[in-house]
């Protein structure tokens, strides 16, 4: 273990400007934002913030998105029912990427009903590398819409599906 | 534990087409790469690949990404000789979000000298919700960077500083 250069708890120089205005927006007002489980710390999904969304986040405790799809806020588990508990929200150096420890109600943060989006493995052994399906469906898709929803769509392109990832 | 409704592994009908097609490239060609640490878990940067970026990360086995500030490729730690080895890739539902596993060289993945870039978090206890520096530096930057690079960089703003995050 290294001796630290700096004590961990410091007063961040940016603590003088608004809270909102240390995120670096992107020139379409938005900044990625990564979800991790609260405990695990597995990486969940990665979505997308404006200022709407994460000022009603840190507001209700809840995870809320900017659908770029559906070009509106986006309350993370309004169909599911599957919301985020938002236990902490990290920011990085450079200001322009969000990190959020979640709480995921019902333990399925992908809207094709397994429990992170980055179920796709990249194998190299072959001659070319292909993307490997390697986590479960753990709910049924179907199940997770209310049956509102073609149960297929999980496994179409997802141009032809129409919805953005965790889009419940 | 729930009962799977599928089995994890399955052929991904994305092998079909060329690996790199399956990743939903954004209008400007990139897509946001997250890293992990391949051992803790823990969440370490987000940055940002072109085809050049992941064909050569696929072939060399180390990190390479598509910096955004000086247009070039980013040969994670080609200065600072912190790169990461590459232990596994992922992709995410709606492919337009990578997830790398990686063995980080040295311990310290950002450029302010800390192990990861997510070194602010928000607390919101008091009347307006601040940001709180919440991470020890364990490696000076001037010692990162050979002393060719400005001490004082990492605590100015990233605007000012015009580099971008694990900029080495």
Known sequence: MKKPVTE????????????????QWNEQGLVPAIARDARSGAVLMLAWMNRAALEETVRSGYAVYWSRSRGRLWRKGETSGHRQRVREIRLDCDGDTLLLSVEQEGGVACHTGRRHCFYRRLEVD????????????????????GGGRDPQAADRKPEKRGAEKGDD
């Open 8 to 23: 961990p708890e410091q007063e961040d120089p940016d603590q003088q400007i608004d809270w909102q205005d240390a995120v």
């Open 126 to 145: 072959g001659e070319r590398p292909v993307w490997r399906v390697v986590e479960a469906v753990i709910v049924d898709p179907a199940e997770l819409y």
